[in-house]
C-alpha cells in the first residue's frame, strides 16, 4: 500500500514579535520616582526613606497585576442574601483585598495620626503616591479614612471611640461592630440628586431621638447620589437638623450587632475608577450621632474635605508620574524610521513637557503637603498658605491630569488605545480628581472667596512665589503681571476665576521648580508656562531645552 505523505505546512513566519518595547515590570516605583524622593528628603519625611523604599519595591511587583484584576473585575452589589434578607453589601474580586492590605499595612491612611510629628503628612503623602502607582480606586477609601480623623476630631468622644480602630494598620473588611473590628474604614455621604456643590440644598434630614445636639443620637432619613467605598464601615454624613445643615458619623453596624437601616440601591458604572464601588445609597431612620455643632455640618466635613482634597492633587501628580514612566519607557524600546522614538526630535519634545508637567505637579503637592505639617505644629502662615494653595493646586493639577495622560496615552501609538497597555485605564481615571471634592469651578470660586475673607492668604502665597522670583527673572515678571489682574476689575473676578487661578498655580510650581528642582526641567518650564513659549499641546517646548537630561530623569531604568 502506498505510503501518502501528509501535505508540508509551509511556515511563513508572520508571528515573529519585532520591535515592541517589554513591558515595564519590577522595580522599585518609589526609588525610580526622582522628583519624589527628593521632595520627600526637602519637606521633611526622610525619617520615613526604608518604610518608602519597601513599599515601592513591594508595589512594582504583584500589585499591579491585582490592580489590573480589580479593575476588570468590578465590584458587585448584593442587596438581600438568598432568603430575601437585605444585606447591602459590595462583593470585590480578591485582589481589591490583596490591594487594601498593603495600603492599610504601610499606613497610607494612618501615618500622621499614629506618628503625629515633622514630615508625618510629607511621608504619608509619599506614601500614597507611591502605592497609588499600582493602583488608584483603593485610594479612595484609604483617603477618606485619612482625611476623616481630624474631622472627628470635633467631637471627642465619638473620636475616642473609632480613631484607634481607623487609625489600625490592620485590614478587617467585615462587616461587625467596630468594637470586634482589627481596623476600620470611613467613607462620606454629602452630595444627593439636586445637588453636589452646593451641599445646602441637601434634603436628608436628622431627627433628635434623645434631645439632639453634639454628640446625641439622630435618625436619619433621605438619599445619597454618591457614596464612594460603600463597605466602610461608618459615614460622616450631611443632614438637615432643626438647627440648620449638620455632621454626623452614620455605622454600617450598630453596636448590637444588626446592620444599620443604609440601604444601598445602585452602583455606579463609572468611567474609570472601576475597581471602587460608588453607591446610590438611602437612609431609612439610621441610627447616626451629630459631629460638631448643630447647623455646622458644613465647617465641620469641611477638615475632612480639606484632606482628601490635598489627596486630589497627590493622586493626580501620581497619574501623571505612572504615564511619564510608561511613556518614556515605550518610547526607549521602540523604533520608527531607524530610530527610537526617544532620539526622534519631537518625540524628545513632547516627552520632556510631559516630564516638565509631571515634576511641577510632584514637586508642588509634596510642598503642599508640608503645609499640612506645618499647620499641625501650630504655623499661623502655613495655615494661610495652605488654605489658598490647596485649592489653587488642586484646581490646576487635576486640571491637567486628562491632557497628561491622553498624550502619554498616544507615545504609544495604537498600543496605547489598547486596554492591555494599562494606559486606557490611566486615562479614564484621569478626569476624576477634577470631580470630586469640589469640581474645578468650585475650587476656583473657593480661591477668590478665600482671597475676599483673608487678604493675607494671598500674601502668604506670594511670600512663597517670591523667594523663587528673586533668582528668576521670567518667574519675576510673570509674578508682577499676576498681582496686577488679582488687583484690577473687581467685577469680572468670577469670569476670570479660572484664568487667574491657574496662573497662581503656575507661578508656585515655578517658584518651587526654580529653587528645588532640576535646572533643565525648571528653565523648560520658565520658558513655556510662565514666558509663553509654548504652543497649545504637550510637546511644544522651543528649541534649546535639554530634552535628553529631562527625560533621563524621569525614564524608569532598564
Ligand atoms: C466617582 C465619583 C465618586 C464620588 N463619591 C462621592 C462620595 O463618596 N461622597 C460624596 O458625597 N460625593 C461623591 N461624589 C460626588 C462629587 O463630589 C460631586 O459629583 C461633585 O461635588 C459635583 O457635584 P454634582 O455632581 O452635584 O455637580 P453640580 O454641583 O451640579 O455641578 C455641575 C457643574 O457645575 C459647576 N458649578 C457648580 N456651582 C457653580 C457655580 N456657582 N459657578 C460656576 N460653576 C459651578 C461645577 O464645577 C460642575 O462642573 C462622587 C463623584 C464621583 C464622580
Given at each position: 500500500m502506498a505510503v501518502v505523505e501528509p501535505p508540508r505546512t509551509r511556515v511563513?513566519?508572520?508571528?515573529?514579535?519585532?520591535n515592541q518595547a517589554p513591558p515595564l515590570e519590577g522595580g522599585n516605583l518609589y526609588a525610580r520616582n526622582r522628583p519624589l524622593v527628593e521632595a520627600v528628603h526637602r519637606e521633611g519625611g526622610a525619617w520615613a526613606e526604608s518604610r518608602l523604599m519597601e513599599l515601592g519595591e513591594v508595589v512594582g511587583g504583584e500589585p499591579r497585576e491585582w490592580g489590573t484584576l480589580a479593575n476588570t473585575t468590578p465590584p458587585i452589589l448584593r442587596t438581600h442574601d438568598r432568603y430575601g434578607n437585605r444585606i447591602d453589601e459590595v462583593e470585590f474580586h480578591p485582589s481589591w483585598h490583596e490591594l487594601m492590605k498593603i495600603a492599610v499595612g504601610y499606613g497610607t491612611h494612618s501615618l500622621p495620626w499614629r506618628e503625629p510629628g515633622p514630615g508625618a503628612h510629607v511621608a504619608r503623602a509619599a506614601l500614597f503616591i507611591t502605592y497609588s502607582l499600582a493602583e488608584g480606586g483603593t485610594g479612595c477609601p484609604i483617603s477618606m479614612t485619612y482625611s476623616a480623623v481630624p474631622a472627628l476630631r470635633a467631637q471627642p468622644e465619638l473620636a475616642a471611640e473609632w480613631e484607634p480602630h481607623l487609625t489600625s494598620n490592620e485590614y478587617d473588611p467585615r462587616l461587625v461592630p467596630v468594637s470586634e473590628k482589627a481596623g476600620a474604614l470611613a467613607g462620606m455621604a454629602m452630595t444627593e440628586k439636586q445637588g453636589g456643590s452646593d451641599v445646602r440644598a441637601n434634603t436628608t434630614v436628622a431627627r433628635p431621638l434623645n434631645g439632639g445636639g453634639p454628640g446625641a443620637e439622630y435618625e436619619v432619613t433621605g438619599h445619597k447620589w454618591f457614596c464612594s467605598a460603600p463597605m466602610c464601615d461608618v459615614f460622616l454624613v450631611l443632614a438637615q437638623a432643626e438647627g440648620g445643615l449638620s455632621c454626623f458619623l452614620l455605622p454600617r453596624v450598630l453596636p448590637d450587632g444588626s446592620r444599620n437601616r443604609f440601604h444601598l440601591q445602585r452602583l455606579k458604572d463609572k468611567l474609570g475608577n472601576r475597581s471602587n464601588a460608588s453607591s446610590e445609597v438611602e437612609f431609612r431612620a439610621a441610627w447616626a450621632r451629630m459631629v460638631g455643632e448643630e447647623g455646622r455640618g458644613v465647617p465641620t466635613i469641611i477638615e475632612m474635605v480639606n484632606h482628601t482634597r490635598l489627596d486630589c492633587t497627590t493622586g493626580s501628580a501620581t497619574g501623571m508620574r505612572a504615564g511619564v514612566a510608561q511613556a518614556t519607557w515605550h518610547a526607549a524600546h521602540r523604533s520608527a524610521f531607524g530610530k527610537l522614538l526617544i532620539e526622534q526630535p519631537l518625540m524628545q519634545n513632547v516627552l520632556a513637557d510631559l516630564c516638565v508637567e509631571s515634576e511641577a505637579a510632584t514637586i508642588a503637592a509634596m510642598r503642599l503637603a508640608r503645609a499640612y505639617d506645618e499647620v499641625a505644629a501650630g504655623d499661623e502662615q502655613a495655615a494661610l498658605f495652605r488654605r489658598l494653595a490647596n485649592a489653587t493646586l488642586k484646581y490646576w493639577t487635576c486640571k491637567r491630569a486628562p491632557w497628561h495622560a491622553v498624550e502619554c496615552l498616544e507615545c504609544f501609538g495604537g498600543n496605547g488605545f489598547v486596554e492591555e497597555s494599562g494606559m486606557p485605564r490611566l486615562y479614564r481615571e484621569a478626569p476624576l480628581s477634577s470631580i470630586w471634592e469640589g469640581s474645578g469651578n468650585v475650587q476656583c470660586l473657593d480661591v477668590l472667596r478665600a482671597m475676599v475673607k483673608s487678604p493675607e492668604a494671598l500674601e502668604a502665597l506670594f511670600a512663597e512665589v517670591d523667594e523663587g522670583a528673586a533668582a528668576e527673572p521670567r518667574l519675576a515678571e510673570f509674578s508682577a503681571d499676576l498681582r496686577r489682574d488679582l488687583g484690577s476689575d473687581a467685577e469680572t473676578m468670577q469670569t476670570r476665576a479660572r484664568r487667574l487661578v491657574e496662573r497662581m498655580a503656575l507661578a508656585l510650581q515655578g517658584s518651587l521648580l526654580v529653587r528645588h528642582g532640576d535646572e533643565a526641567v525648571a528653565d523648560a518650564f520658565c520658558a513655556s508656562r510662565l514666558s509663553g513659549d509654548w504652543g497649545q499641546a504637550f510637546g511644544t517646548l522651543p528649541p534649546g531645552v535639554d530634552f535628553a537630561r529631562i527625560i533621563e530623569r524621569h525614564r524608569p531604568a532598564a
Open positions: 511563513y513566519g508572520t508571528h515573529e514579535v519585532l
